[in-house]
């Protein structure tokens, strides 16, 4: 029998041997872990506050900033001014939050929170960003920085869209 190999083709994109089985396994098992403690956490608010974890978050942002902007709360919670928008009107037809008119420029729309919307974020349960921005800021940043390198290897090879970097975890 021959132990004869065949010939690497020119120009073929070369990719590292697989892990063994049982890293891929352990990772895997680690992010489920992790997405069961994000959507825990995401049951629990909607259960406790009866209101969706965006939308917590977004109303606790404003509770600590109160006549931010719509575009300063999408910078807040790093998204789209358009998802920031309709979290904004869910609080608002709820209620929750009222839009008021700038002082100084009547086009500016402000946002304060309601009463209705500080007795919901007295009985959710924090951390009101979630549980998985909260752990990431408590991490170390050279932790944090080999975390986003590896976390951008792994979004390469899933050839992921980009632009669900800006979605909120409650929403997926």
């Known amino acids: 029998m021959s132990s004869h190999k065949p010939a690497k083709r020119v120009g073929a994109r070369t990719r590292p041997a697989a892990p063994p089985p049982d890293a891929t396994h352990s990772v895997l098992r680690r992010f489920r872990v ?12 909607e259960r406790k506050a009866e209101i969706g974890g965006a939308q917590l978050w977004a109303l606790s942002v404003i509770a600590s900033s109160p006549g931010l902007t719509v575009s300063d709360l999408a910078r807040a919670m790093d998204i789209r001014q358009s998802t920031a928008s309709n979290l904004v009107k869910g609080l608002i037809q709820r209620e929750l939050v009222a839009p008021v008119r700038g002082e100084q420029d009547r086009r500016t729309t402000l946002l304060t929170i309601q009463p209705a919307g500080r007795s919901i974020l007295r009985r959710a349960p924090g951390p009101f960003s979630g549980v998985l921005p909260d752990a990431l800021s408590r991490l170390d940043p050279q932790v944090l920085a080999r975390l986003d390198a590896d976390l951008g290897r792994l979004i390469a090879e899933l050839e992921a869209d980009p632009k669900a970097e800006q979605t909120p975890l409650a929403d997926l």
């Not at 825990?40 to 608010?45: C, L």
């Open 34 to 45: 992790v997405f069961n403690a994000v959507k825990s956490h995401f049951r629990a608010i």
